[in-house]
């Protein structure tokens, strides 16, 4: 089985930051992109940021030069380092991954339990 675990939420004032972490576990070959989604209340899930592994990175337009995305290939974690917060930051924030489980396997997409940012004004 592969997990995704998610760390690094919580209540933060605007302009503040906030470090997310996502590890992935279990039966793992290899681990392509890496991203962070985030749902707000009745709102659609919106990609935030992804990172490939080679380390190519892609930002939403609303977080770009707030919010940084990292990948520790060897931990098969990534982060996200969320500074400048604004209220309109909030929402639960979802981590996923292009996993393969093993050489002659197909990649599947595995996504985390999510995480609450509340960033109040």
């Known amino acids: 089985q592969v997990q995704l675990v998610e760390s690094g939420g919580g209540l933060v004032q605007a302009g503040g930051s906030l470090r997310l972490s996502c590890a992935a576990s279990?039966?793992?070959?290899?681990?392509?992109?890496m991203g962070w989604y985030r749902q707000a209340p009745g709102k659609r899930r919106e990609s935030v940021a992804t990172?490939?592994?080679?380390?190519?990175?892609n930002y939403a337009d609303s977080v770009k030069g707030r919010f940084t995305i990292s990948r520790d290939n060897a931990k098969n974690t990534v982060y996200l380092q969320m500074n400048s917060l604004k209220p309109e930051d909030t929402a639960v924030y979802y981590c996923?991954?292009?996993?393969?489980?093993?050489?002659?396997?197909?990649?599947?997409?595995?996504w985390g339990q999510g995480t609450q940012v509340t960033v109040s004004s």
């Open positions: 990172i490939t592994s080679g380390g190519t990175t």
């Open positions: 996923n991954a292009g996993i393969v489980k093993s050489a002659t396997d197909i990649e599947y997409s595995y």
């Open positions: 279990g039966s793992i070959f290899s681990v392509n992109v």
